[in-house]
């Protein structure tokens, strides 16, 4: 087919990024209702500056509602990507080789499936349906 999609292939495209833009963003209204000054002890450890927690807000606010309309798409799944790894880097780098104690599982299959996702989004792009597809001319 070429250069270009199926309805189905852009039909998939944005199922996944709103199951990424969906999941991201609920932890960003959590961060929203509860603040980010948790995340400058962790950046303290590995020497980062505590006001980088703030980027917080664009990784689980902004670069997830990109996702979800359609818009910046590639540059939002990266940000999401730097955002998931900057998650297991800081909180969850203990966990990387762990197994989930309870159901089984990897204790980080989670932020991986959100950073696979995201890595995916970026490499596929938005597809016809969003609002980047409608300043496009069609094909």
Request: charged share 15%; net charge positive; aromatic share 10%.
């Amino acid at each position: 087919m070429g250069m270009l999609s199926r309805p189905s292939d852009d039909f998939g495209k944005l199922i996944l990024r709103w199951a990424v833009g969906g999941v991201v963003l609920l932890h960003g209204i959590y961060k929203l209702q509860h603040g980010v000054a948790w995340i400058e002890t962790p950046l303290a450890g590995v020497g980062l500056p505590a006001f980088l927690a703030y980027g917080a807000y664009v990784g689980e606010v902004l670069a997830p509602l990109l996702l979800i309309v359609g818009w910046q798409v590639r540059l939002a799944a990266l940000v999401v990507v730097f955002d998931m790894a900057m998650a297991i880097l800081l909180v969850l780098r203990g966990q990387v080789l762990a197994l989930k104690e309870s159901g089984g599982g990897w204790a980080i299959e989670l932020e991986m499936l959100i950073l696979l996702g995201a890595v995916a989004i970026f490499f596929l792009g938005s597809g016809r349906y969003g609002v980047a597809a409608r300043s496009k001319p069609k094909d």
